[in-house]
């Protein structure tokens, strides 16, 4: 029989349970934690067959990013609903018995929210989102309402077996613009330390209110809306039979650009 806990670390003051998915029934809902299918080394590595359902996830939270089976497009978790992007930016709503090879979530119980007017682009909004955030929380969660322009998305085709790693998939995604929408950031930022775990610094996707655009974020302005943040130092995370936790931290960070594509905005 599997055990359900299967690791316990401290990553700087983040404190990571892994967990197999038997775990994920056991374990209780608890706001200000983060939940997690799989690792990004699984998923550069090319594992695109997870084993948890969006729906055991939706047990444990209402926000979140990721993919689907088989890296069938972007996800979006916003108010415990689940919307895909597929590599031809279609947005459609995906059923909760969707498995999933990585998503992170969380129950979103904001701490702080400010409104603003901009124009700002994404290394702006970063600024703003770094000064409401507690130095004590390494994980952040993020949302951000409001109207934006210039919106540069991407998204990718679901792939078949054998699986070519991320970096090859990202190298074929599908990009496009959008002039104007009203809509919402979802997404975190994670500390450097969890680089492999997770995507160090800000991960974004938007969706838009009348749910027709939606993707990775790779840029935007914000011309004006409302931005909140949680934070959490404990993150929970599902890990498939026969794949391990890794050395966090350890990633090659030069994949992990290759494969979330740079910031167009940033430094």
Do not use: K
């Not at 969706?207 to 931005?227: C, F, I, K, P």
């Amino acid at each position: 029989m599997a055990v359900d806990v299967i690791d316990h670390r401290l990553i700087g003051a983040l404190h990571v349970r892994a967990l197999r998915r038997a775990g994920l029934a056991h374990d209780p809902t608890a706001e200000h934690v983060v939940w997690q299918a799989g690792t990004l080394d699984a998923l550069l590595g090319g594992r695109y067959d997870g084993d948890v359902t969006l729906g055991e996830l939706l047990a444990h939270g209402d926000h979140g990013i990721g993919t689907v089976q088989h890296l069938g497009g972007e996800l979006i978790v916003l108010d415990g609903e689940c919307w895909v992007v597929d590599g031809s930016g279609r947005v459609r709503a995906v059923p909760p018995e969707t498995r999933t090879p990585f998503a992170v979530l969380c129950r979103f119980s904001p701490r702080t929210a400010v409104h603003v007017d901009g124009p700002r682009v994404l290394a702006d909004i970063d600024g703003v989102l770094d000064a409401l955030a507690s130095t004590t929380e390494p994980v952040v969660a993020v949302r951000v309402d409001g109207t934006f322009t210039e919106l540069r998305l991407r998204s990718v085709h679901a792939q078949t077996p054998p699986y070519p790693s991320l970096v090859e998939v990202t190298r074929h995604q599908t990009e496009w613009t959008v002039a104007s929408a009203r809509g919402t950031l979802v997404g975190f930022r994670f500390p450097d330390a969890a680089a492999g775990l997770d995507v160090p610094g800000y991960h974004l996707h938007f969706l838009s209110d009348d749910r027709n655009q939606g993707g990775h974020v790779l840029a935007a302005t914000l011309v004006e809306g409302d931005l909140a943040i949680d934070g959490a130092d404990e993150l929970h995370l599902e890990l498939p039979e026969g794949m391990g936790l890794g050395e966090p931290g350890g990633a090659d960070r030069d994949a992990i650009r290759a494969a979330e594509g740079p910031r167009i905005d940033a430094d």
